[in-house]
Structure formats: C-alpha cells, structure tokens
C-alpha cells in the first residue's frame, strides 16, 4: 500500500466520498486551506498554545471536505476527472504507464521538497522557504491532478 493509499483509508474514502471529493468546489478549497494551514501554525507566533485552534479547524476541514460537497457522477470538469483519475490510479497501479509513473515519482519528490522547505520555514518563521515550498507543493499538486486527468481520459 502506497502513501497515497494510505492517506485515502485514513480519510476513510468510500465511492460515495471520492464521488463529492470529485467536486471542483472540494478540489479547489482544498487548495486553499494550504495557505490556511501555514498562517494556522505560523500564528503561534503571536497566539501561542490557542493556534492548535485554528490547526484543529484546518484539520477538520480538510477530513469533512471529500463528504461536504454534492456528489459528482459523470466527471466532465477538469478537476473531477483528476479526482476519478487518482481514485483508479490507486485502485490499479498498473493503469499508469512508464511515462507517467516516471513523472508522478518527479512530482512526488517536488512535492516532498516543497514540504520540507514549508516545514523548515515554519519552524524558523521564516517566509520565503514557507511561500516558495507552499508554491512548489501546488504547483506538484496542480501538475499530478493535471497527469490523473490525462490517465482518467486514457481509461475511461
């Protein structure tokens, strides 16, 4: 089981969650609580111990998003069928092509890049490796959605 995968169950995504997470509106508020997320844990800077408050939100958020939205049942959006790309993707790993896989790995690591200069510019509360990871992690994330598109469109 892949980190992917891993996520997907402890998020516990049954079809009916994958269907609404398939929502453009869950897609892109899920985008936006990147930057959230990063003011929630710089805030303790200025708030202390209360920004688990608003931690706790963004990560609340983030567990009801696949299940707040109207199901989606026929992807025609760009960011539905991402959504039903990755959902086949991790439900058959040999769907993916040596092109592809080469390139998700590229954006895995640009990914994990992105989250490591996040993570160190949040520990320094420094704001340039936080913005410049937050931008390499969407950019990582607008790129593999974009790949799962490409993969749902390829089997449909």
């Known amino acids: 089981m892949g980190a992917l995968s891993?996520?997907?169950?402890?998020?516990?995504?049954?079809?009916?969650?994958?269907?609404?997470?398939?929502?453009?509106?869950?897609?892109?508020?899920?985008?936006?609580?990147?930057?959230?997320?990063?003011?929630?844990?710089?805030?303790?800077?200025?708030?202390?111990?209360?920004?688990?408050?608003?931690?706790?939100?963004?990560v609340v958020w983030l567990w009801l998003n696949p299940r707040a939205f109207a199901p989606v049942e026929q992807p025609r959006s760009w960011a539905a069928k991402g959504i039903y790309g990755e959902k086949r993707w991790l439900a058959d790993r040999s769907l993916v092509d040596a092109e592809h896989r080469a390139v998700l790995r590229l954006l895995g690591v640009l990914g994990l890049a992105g989250l490591v200069m996040i993570v160190w510019g949040l520990v320094v509360l420094a704001v340039w490796p936080t913005v410049f990871g937050a931008t390499l992690l969407i950019v990582g994330q607008l790129w593999r959605i974009d790949r799962l598109v490409r993969l749902y469109d390829e089997n449909p």
């Not at 009916?16 to 929502?23: D, L, V, Y």
């Not at 990063?38 to 708030?47: E, F, N, Q």
């Open 6 to 58: 891993t996520v997907a169950s402890t998020f516990r995504m049954t079809d009916e969650s994958w269907k609404r997470h398939a929502n453009p509106w869950s897609v892109w508020t899920r985008f936006a609580a990147i930057p959230l997320m990063l003011l929630a844990i710089w805030s303790r800077d200025w708030i202390g111990w209360w920004s688990l408050a608003p931690i706790g939100a963004v």
